[in-house]
Every structure is written in C-alpha cells, then in structure tokens.
C-alpha cells in the first residue's frame, strides 16, 4: 500500500518521492512537516559532487568517461586496471542543447529556480563560473587527479570568457535577492510566509488539468498581515514564448529575466543581443538581473522566451 500524506504530496513506503513540482518548490511539507522539521531543511540541488557539473548536464547526451582530459590512463595504456570507463551513472537525464547561449539560459534557469523555492539551495561549487569536467561524471579516481580536473577558481575572471564573470555575477545577485525578500523565498514555517498563489499564465487560479502544461506563475501577494512588495514569478518551459497576463492594480518592474537575449551580443558566431553595444565593464556583469536598476514594465501583459524565468516586483 501506498502511504501518502496528503494529497498532493508526501512519500511512499518505497521511499520514493511522490511530490509535484509545486510542492518541491515551496519547501516539500508532505515530506518535512509531519514531524516539525521546517522548510529550509529541505535542501534544493541540480548537481552535486557526484555526477556532471550544472554546464555539463547541458552539454552532453552520455558520460565521457573514457580517453579524455580527466582520464588519461585510457588513452595512454587503455588496457591498465586503472582505466574505468565504466563506473559513474549510465542515466543522467542530462542533454547537449547544442548552443552555448543556449546552454547558458538552461543554468540560469537552474539557479533561479533553486534561489526561489523555499527549501534552502546547494550549489555544486564551480558550478556559478560554469566549470566543466568534460562529460565525466565519475572524476574522484587517482588517475584523475590532474589540472584537468582541479578547480581553477580564477578561470571566472578569464578575459577571454565575459561569459563566465556574467555567470558568476548573476549566482551572486540570485543570493542577493533571496536574501531581501527572504519573507517570501525563505518562510521560517510551512505556509507561514507571505502568501502566495499558483495561477495560469492568463492570471487565472489552476484547474487541475493546468498542472499538466508547462507554464505557471506564483504571485505573493500582500494581506492584512503582509505589508512588502508584491512579487510574481512567471515560469514558461513550453519552446516558444508566451505571453503572460499580470496581475492589474500594480505597477511592475523587472528584476529577472534569464532569457539568452540579455547575454548575447559579445560573443562570434552567437546571435545579437542587450550586449552588441555594451561596454567592456558591463560584459562582466549580468543584464538577466536588475535588482538596483530594475525596469519598469508598463503593458498588462510580459512576453515570456521559451525556456525561461522572469520575476516581477511590484514598484
């Protein structure tokens, strides 16, 4: 028998996971609050020291765990007892997205998401500069323990690579914004933060067969006990852009978006963007996240990228 506790989430006997989406997101209550534990001991992760890296898990199908930079033996004597292209895990759920900027809006997606949601966020170290381990996701080995695989923490500041200084900025100002709006992000009890509602992109409560598309926003909203700013957060994960209807009697503003328009413009061969006419210091820095400079949004209605996140505050 299954033994779930409460509707919509909880976990089986089995030890699996039956939460959706949305309870994972706001700090997995089914899973922690039956016995007092809070939402912050939900810990929210995409990668961790086992497996690929957060750029890696975009950038290939299957592990590479052969002849290569991380393990050298298998290319210099293949037949050694030290040369393991075996081990490491066969199912990564991972995917080559093909395009960097690409690639690179998938992270930011990642980030957002887990700065956001209400369980506390772990961040594979490296992963804010988009360090990579070439496709292999089983580095802890003797054989591999060379300049391939070590972190080479001042790679983020390369001159050659903006992009990776945009990367690290943005995980920067992700922290930033949990922290100033930690009434809303980090609740210290189940449901007793700011509240909060889930709606479809056309701003109307979800039926439940609008749990099954790919697109949602969650909108704080102030009461009698909640005086800051209102906040909505637009998700769309269908490919092409949507439109999303906000929220009337407010005036918005833009403080995320991580769509790859705001990170394209520097780089050969990769789309014009915000960055074809920026300046060599504003390469450095990420145009996905405006908290000091946010913009003003003036339409009923914000035009969300495919694959992408925007948040919203109200001015």
């Known amino acids: 028998d299954e033994y779930v506790l409460n509707s919509n989430e909880g976990i089986g006997y089995d030890g699996y996971s039956i939460m959706d989406?949305?309870?994972?997101?706001?700090?997995?209550?089914?899973?922690?609050?039956?016995?007092?534990?809070?939402?912050?001991?939900?810990?929210?992760?995409?990668?961790?020291?086992?497996?690929?890296?957060?750029?890696?898990?975009?950038?290939?199908?299957?592990?590479?765990?052969?002849?290569?930079?991380?393990?050298?033996?298998?290319?210099?004597?293949?037949?050694?007892?030290?040369?393991?292209?075996?081990?490491?895990?066969?199912?990564?759920?991972?995917?080559?997205?093909?395009?960097?900027?690409?690639?690179?809006?998938?992270?930011?997606?990642?980030?957002?998401?887990?700065?956001?949601?209400?369980?506390?966020?772990?961040?594979?170290?490296?992963?804010?500069?988009?360090?990579?381990?070439?496709?292999n996701n089983n580095s802890y080995y003797i054989a591999a323990d060379n300049e391939w695989n070590w972190f080479r923490w001042g790679e983020w500041r390369s001159e050659s690579a903006k992009f990776r200084s945009r990367m690290h900025d943005f995980v920067r100002k992700l922290s930033r914004m949990r922290k100033e709006r930690i009434y809303a992000f980090s609740p210290?009890?189940?449901?007793?933060?700011?509240?909060?509602?889930?709606?479809?992109?056309d701003n109307q409560s979800m039926s439940d067969s609008d749990w099954g598309k790919k697109n949602v926003m969650i909108h704080y909203y102030k009461d009698e006990n909640w005086d800051q700013r209102e906040i909505l957060i637009m998700i769309n994960m269908e490919r092409e852009a949507q439109n999303f209807?906000?929220?009337?009697?407010?005036?918005?503003?833009?403080?995320?978006?991580?769509?790859?328009?705001?990170?394209?413009?520097?780089?050969?061969?990769?789309?014009?963007?915000?960055?074809?006419?920026?300046?060599?210091?504003?390469?450095?820095?990420s145009a996905n996240i405006t908290l000091d400079n946010p913009r003003l949004i003036e339409d009923s209605e914000y035009y969300v990228a495919g694959s992408s996140i925007v948040i919203l505050e109200e001015q």
């Open 21 to 135: 989406g949305g309870a994972i997101m706001t700090g997995s209550s089914g899973l922690y609050g039956w016995n007092g534990r809070k939402p912050y001991h939900s810990v929210n992760f995409v990668t961790v020291h086992d497996g690929f890296t957060l750029y890696d898990l975009f950038s290939y199908e299957e592990k590479q765990n052969g002849c290569g930079l991380i393990n050298p033996v298998c290319c210099e004597q293949p037949m050694s007892v030290w040369c393991d292209t075996e081990s490491g895990e066969d199912h990564n759920r991972s995917r080559n997205w093909g395009n960097e900027y690409t690639k690179r809006q998938m992270m930011r997606n990642m980030f957002a998401g887990m700065f956001f949601s209400h369980g506390t966020p772990l961040l594979l170290g490296g992963d804010e500069w988009m360090r990579t381990q070439y496709g």
């Open 188 to 201: 210290k009890e189940h449901g007793g933060g700011m509240p909060f509602s889930w709606k479809t992109k």
């Open 245 to 285: 209807t906000l929220p009337t009697g407010r005036t918005w503003q833009r403080i995320l978006d991580t769509q790859a328009y705001f990170d394209t413009g520097d780089i050969a061969g990769e789309p014009d963007g915000y960055l074809s006419d920026a300046d060599s210091t504003s390469l450095s820095q």
